[in-house]
T-cell receptor
Framework: GAVVSQHPSRVICKSGTSVKIECRSLDFQATTMFWYRQFPKKSLMLMATSNEGSKATYEQGVEKDKFLINHASLTLSTLTVTSAHPEDSSFYIC?????????????FGPGTRLTVL | DAKTTQPPSMDCAEGRAANLPCNHSTISGNEYVYWYRQIHSQGPQYIIH???NNETNEMASLIITEDRKSSTLILPHATLRDTAVYYCIVSPSGNQFYFGTGTSLTVIP
């Protein structure tokens, strides 16, 4: 149980375009979802926290107009990288906290590798 | 910011116990100690977490010192598939996780 999926797993786009990444909790409803990014050989960095039906809370230094987060339901959150540039190339990972059982644990998705040309 | 300190790397012989330490001297009373691991190019995998008492599950054991300022993750019989980066995180009940640099564990045949 407690499976989180991400789609796509890998995406390549041209500079200036926007890319949407989906994060789904497959077998549970998520109270909260989180988005992280990870550069090569570095640790995960929290970008934002989102609760279903409310605006996301962004970490300091993360541009909310650049990284649009929508948490439309208890099982789906999306991250849109707008006007992507090569420096946005990274590994983006989401996580979710179950609404019921295991409420105090985060479960992570497999990640999305974004490459901006 | 991460509130944990871990050694950057460790080796362990296959079949032996791997003991991964973590210091969290500024941990608050309501903060849990979580352990995750990340195999290259995958999302982190939950291992175990605890508040005060030692915990054990099918993957590992977590030993938390009485003053809660440090902990040790024990993989009782390490296999090659346990090679990964292990992260120790302190957080109140599954809220925002601030990852440190973790320990890169290499299990040697």
């Amino acid at each position: 149980g407690a499976v989180v999926s991400q789609h796509p797993s890998r995406v390549i786009c041209k500079s200036g375009t926007s890319v949407k990444i989906e994060c789904r909790s497959l077998d549970f409803q998520a109270t909260t979802m989180f988005w992280y990014r990870q550069f090569p050989k570095k640790s995960l960095m929290l970008m934002a926290t989102s609760n279903e039906g409310s605006k996301a809370t962004y970490e300091q230094g993360v541009e909310k107009d650049k990284f649009l987060i929508n948490h439309a339901s208890l099982t789906l959150s999306t991250l849109t990288v707008t006007s992507a540039h090569p420096e946005d190339s990274s590994f983006y990972i989401c996580s979710a906290t179950p609404r019921a059982r295991d409420r105090d644990t985060q479960y992570f998705g497999p990640g999305t590798r974004l490459t901006v040309l | 910011d991460a509130k944990t300190t871990q050694p950057p790397s460790m080796d362990c012989a296959e079949g032996r116990a791997a003991n991964l330490p973590c210091n969290h001297s500024t941990i608050s009373g309501n903060e849990y100690v979580y352990w995750y691991r990340q195999i290259h190019s995958q999302g982190p995998q939950y291992i175990i977490h605890g508040l005060k008492n030692n915990e054990t599950n099918e993957m590992a054991s977590l030993i938390i010192t009485e003053d809660r300022k440090s902990s040790t993750l024990i993989l009782p019989h390490a296999t090659l598939r346990d090679t990964a980066v292990y992260y120790c995180i302190v957080s109140p009940s599954g809220n925002q996780f601030y990852f440190g640099t973790g320990t890169s564990l290499t299990v040697i045949p």
